[in-house]
T-cell receptor
Framework: GAVVSQHPSRVICKSGTSVKIECRSL??????MFWYRQFPKQSLMLMAT?????????EQGVEKDKFLINHASLTLSTLTVTSAHPEDSSFYIC???????????FGNGTRLTVT | KQEVTQIPAALSVPEGENLVLNCSFT??????LQWFRQDPGKGLTSLLL?????REQTSGRLNASLDKSSGRSTLYIAASQPGDSATYLC????????FGTGTRLQVFP
């Protein structure tokens, strides 16, 4: 079946540094990728929708200058958390789909800890 | 704005019981609805995908139904097992994928 690879699975960084998370679709072309964050014991909150070759659409309340999303190819999207702070510590998950009617496939998530 | 709600928020049952998890959404103009399970600290496992033109999907002990006009979906789990313990999430797809609030299920021996 379709596979989405998300890397890294865990990252610890110091406050003020930037962290890049990669999301790759390994065996299909992902025209759309979604980025989510999840706090403990809560559901997934959509941060932004990324379409290949265009700017990402951010959800209300998500700072686009802080969470930079790039979707430069049909198989790769990246999320960069810039100038990370402890409150950015969370579980970040990407998902990818080929078409609107196809199922979404998810990466295994990245647990970010900012110290 | 699409809002997706799941009831109950938590459920604890002895093994062997048949279970019904509910998902409701406010905007019925969806492409499809997908059910997932999430184990603690892990990613998502897709269980069932129902297209907007479909009424139900089945996989093993799982059956999911969709009533798009009323904005409801149910996930039926037959003969529950301790291994079914997880959080179950529904998600509706439009130009976005919006997740429900989740149901934490515990099945005890």
């Amino acid at each position: 079946g379709a596979v989405v690879s998300q890397h890294p699975s865990r990252v610890i960084c110091k406050s003020g540094t930037s962290v890049k998370i990669e999301c790759r679709s390994l065996d299909f072309q992902a025209t759309t990728m979604f980025w989510y964050r999840q706090f403990p014991k809560q559901s997934l909150m959509l941060m932004a929708t990324s379409n290949e070759g265009s700017k990402a659409t951010y959800e209300q309340g998500v700072e686009k200058d802080k969470f930079l999303i790039n979707h430069a190819s049909l198989t790769l999207s990246t999320l960069t958390v810039t100038s990370a702070h402890p409150e950015d510590s969370s579980f970040y998950i990407c998902s990818a789909a080929g078409t609107a009617n196809s199922p979404l496939h998810f990466g295994n998530g990245t647990r970010l800890t900012v110290t | 704005k699409q809002e997706v709600t799941q009831i109950p928020a938590a459920l604890s049952v002895p093994e062997g019981e048949n279970l019904v998890l509910n998902c409701s959404f406010t905007d019925s103009a969806i492409y499809n609805l997908q059910w997932f399970r999430q184990d603690p600290g892990k990613g998502l496992t897709s269980l069932l995908l129902i297209q907007s033109s479909q009424r139900e999907q089945t996989s093993g002990r799982l059956n999911a139904s969709l009533d798009k006009s009323s904005g409801r979906s149910t996930l039926y789990i037959a003969a529950s097992q301790p291994g079914d313990s997880a959080t179950y999430l529904c998600a509706v797809r439009t130009d976005k994928l919006i997740f429900g609030t989740g149901t934490r299920l515990q099945v005890f021996p």
